[in-house]
């Protein structure tokens, strides 16, 4: 299931709750003795030493990080204006900009980057124009190293236009700015520099580019390499985290943009990264905006390439186990602070404490049992939230096996929100993509539907075994809906059909390698329901006048012409099908429809005829009443009765890509001595 959800004017309740959901208690503690799954950061006894520096110290950051969103947000809205009426020559109004495929219909929201640029998809609505994409194959490879310990590495064809890169670490006042107001959330930050490629804010590359970081020639301590990643800064001066790996001692992370990127020391012992809810993520599911309501753990361990966030009050697997491990640290941890005088705390920012710390022996030993994938599922993670890591993983590497783009949003690789709610979602509901249209996208899951069990203990005879491999299958449908995002900026309604359809193709083929490698038990995975009669109506359907349930039960439906296209053209490839369509649909000045053609390899012409061939092919079941489709949702039916014997239709002509469907029935008791066998049905046209 998808969705697309946005807020009137942006504007998020002050707790962080959507409207129309009830405020969640906010209880918990972070005692070892109440059994809560706690934090052990380093960063905890030295927070409070933060606080008065930074109150003391800068007391106008806060307002000039507001007042820096703003000013963003009005350049960026004040650019699409300018941009439409270069363009039209008329003046912009919202009627006019949403018509052209720029939908600002609140003010603040960021100027849009695919619908312009590049090779990322125009919004196949009329009057959109994009500048033509230069000539991939006169791009060639690059490998630069325009800084100190930093190096750019892009294959050939993968950028948009030649680029010179200049990178610029940030000026020392303005490090020490977001150092502080990054602190309060656990993130370190170690460097940070301004990549700059002469880029707008609408370009992209064609393909992901590596930034490399020599963590050793930056001068940054082995022992703290492996606790480092990558973060983006966004206008408000926060961190965003992203996907990246670390090989020796290089930091390596993917981007189709330029922009300010940090090396963030991320000091989590146990569990969690400090890695709070920031401002660009404006849609919430139930809990505060503060993130105090949640657990958050990088997840996989090592590897990290989501964010499972759970609730606080939600007690581990191993409370005994966990509260040991935290005692244990804790007396090191002030046995440590005690050796240090308040000159040492203060040195570098904080940052000699996590340097110091993590050298010592006792950590070391530490850290290679308590915080590891087998100790996080035995003993830290809730069973149900280790339940939840479980078929995460599984998801992701089967998607990225299969060569789809990495999740994320406004060029960069995220590390994906993972909530799991302490609520039902409905009783058929186990789970949601949440995609606003102009910030990254989350995943929601009913916690109160998964099993609290370890893996091991699932049992096919209480129904536990079902209800995860439920939760696979949905895990690995939602997670898709997220991927689905990193080949366009804005998420259009009319799109949710076509990111539905190939989301149901994309179920179906991973029950059969799900089964095949034993994470699933064999019928255990239940695709989502469709119905074949959607074909009654137009197969690119617009959302005026339309539920998004309308338009879900369209593209799940809308799955089987896609399979059907699938088997013609990639026979004996198959798995290929899928990732063709979605590289067609994120190219210049695409659109579903021409993305399905297009991967097919057929002209429109081509195209409408294997449609045709397609819908004759169901007739059969059409006739048959007793398939398994929803008939009366035939959009042309009638009823005759012995009083009522003939009717009239007045002819229409059939919306593109749709097959018209006229249901007669005739009632056999609104007749006398009605003999079905001995009936004639006569149709004419107006010239009789």
């Keep these: 299931m998808h969705e697309y959800s946005d807020f009137p004017n942006n504007q998020i309740p002050a707790d962080g709750i959507e409207p129309g959901t009830k405020k969640r208690s906010k209880k918990g503690c972070g005692c070892c003795s109440c059994g809560c799954l706690i934090y052990l950061l380093l960063a905890a006894a030295l927070l409070s030493g933060a606080a008065w520096f930074l109150a003391d110290k800068y007391p106008e950051t806060a307002k000039w990080f507001a007042d820096g969103a703003k000013q963003a947000a009005d350049k960026t809205l ?19 900009l949403k018509e052209h495929g720029l939908e600002i219909a609140r003010a603040g929201w960021k100027k849009t980057s695919e619908l312009w640029s590049g090779d990322e998809s125009g919004s196949g609505q009329s009057g959109t124009v994009s500048p033509k994409p230069a000539d991939r194959s006169t791009i060639g ?68 580019v590596e930034f490399r970081f020599d963590l050793k020639e930056l001068g940054i301590p082995p022992h703290v390499w492996d606790m480092l990643a990558p973060g983006r ?12 790996s670390l090989n020796g001692s290089t930091l390596s992370m993917h981007t189709r943009h330029n922009g300010i990127i940090a090396i963030v020391g991320i000091p989590a012992i146990i569990i969690g990264s400090g890695y709070l809810i920031w401002d660009d993520l404006k849609v919430l599911p139930e809990g505060s905006i503060s993130g105090k309501t949640w657990i958050t753990v990088k997840w996989p361990v090592g590897d990290s390439k989501f964010l499972l966030k759970y609730p ?34 203060l040195k570098s920012w904080f940052v000699s404490d996590l340097y110091d710390f993590v050298k010592e022996p006792w950590f070391q030993d530490y850290k290679k049992v308590v915080g590891t994938r087998d100790w996080m599922l035995k003993n830290g993670l809730p069973k149900k939230a280790g339940l939840t890591a479980v078929a995460m993983e599984r998801s992701i590497q089967y998607l990225e096996d299969r060569g789809f783009r990495k999740a994320g949003w406004c060029g960069y690789e995220w590390l994906t929100e993972v909530f799991i709610l302490n609520k039902s979602l409905g009783p058929d509901c186990y789970g949601n993509a949440v995609n606003p249209k102009l910030t990254r996208g989350y995943i929601e899951l009913d916690g109160t539907k998964i099993p ?33 995002s990193s080949y366009t900026t804005i998420e259009w309604a009319d799109w949710l059909w076509f ?91 695409s659109n579903p ?46 009823s005759l009765t012995e009083s009522n014997p003939r009717t009239a239709f007045t002819h229409q002509e059939p919306a593109p890509l749709s097959a018209r469907c006229l249901r007669i029935m005739l009632k056999q008791n609104s007749f006398t001595n009605l003999k079905p066998a001995e009936c004639q049905l006569v149709l004419r046209d107006n010239s009789s």
């Design 78 to 96: 004040a650019a699409a204006k300018d941009y439409y009426k270069q363009e039209s020559g008329r003046e912009p109004t919202l009627e006019n």
């Design 141 to 208: 490879a690059l490998d630069v190293a325009p800084a100190a310990g930093v190096q750019i590495k892009a294959p050939a064809g993968a950028l948009d236009k030649t680029r010179t890169f200049k990178v610029t670490p940030l000026p020392a006042a303005k490090h020490e700015e977001l150092f502080f107001k990054n602190l309060a959330d656990g993130n370190y930050i170690i460097a940070a520099y301004d990549f700059d490629s002469g880029m707008s804010e609408t370009d992209r590359f064609y393909e992901p």
């Design 233 to 244: 800064i966004d206008s408000s001066g926060k961190v965003a985290l992203l996907r990246s």
């Design 312 to 345: 606080k009050n939600w007690k581990p697997a191993n409370p005994d186990e966990v509260n040991r491990a935290a005692h244990e640290f804790n007396a090191m941890w002030k046995s440590f602070q005690a050796k240090r005088t308040r000159a040492q705390r």
């Design 452 to 484: 609290d069990r370890f893996e091991q203990e699932l049992s096919s005879a209480s129904g536990d075994r079902k209800a995860f491999d439920a939760l696979q299958t949905t895990t690995v449908h939602e997670y898709f809906h997220i991927m689905q």
């Design 499 to 589: 990111f539905e359809a190939s989301a149901l193709v994309l179920e179906d083929e991973a029950g059969k390698d799900f089964v095949s490698k034993g994470w699933v038990q064999n019928g255990n995975w239940e695709s989502t329901l469709r119905s074949k009669d959607v074909f009654f109506n137009e197969m690119d359907i617009k959302t005026s006048g339309k539920t998004s349930q309308e338009l879900q039960q369209h593209g799940y439906g809308q799955s089987f012409f896609l399979h059907h296209l699938k088997e013609k053209a990639f026979k004996g490839k198959s798995d290929q099908y899928l990732v063709q369509l979605l590289n067609d649909f994120g190219s210049w000045r």
């Design 593 to 638: 429809v021409k993305a399905l053609q297009s991967s097919a390899g057929l002209d429109e012409k081509g195209f409408a005829a294997e449609f045709e061939k397609f819908v004759r092919g169901l007739l059969p079941e059409y006739i048959d009443l007793t398939a398994a489709m929803a008939h009366q949702s035939a959009p042309y039916g009638t």
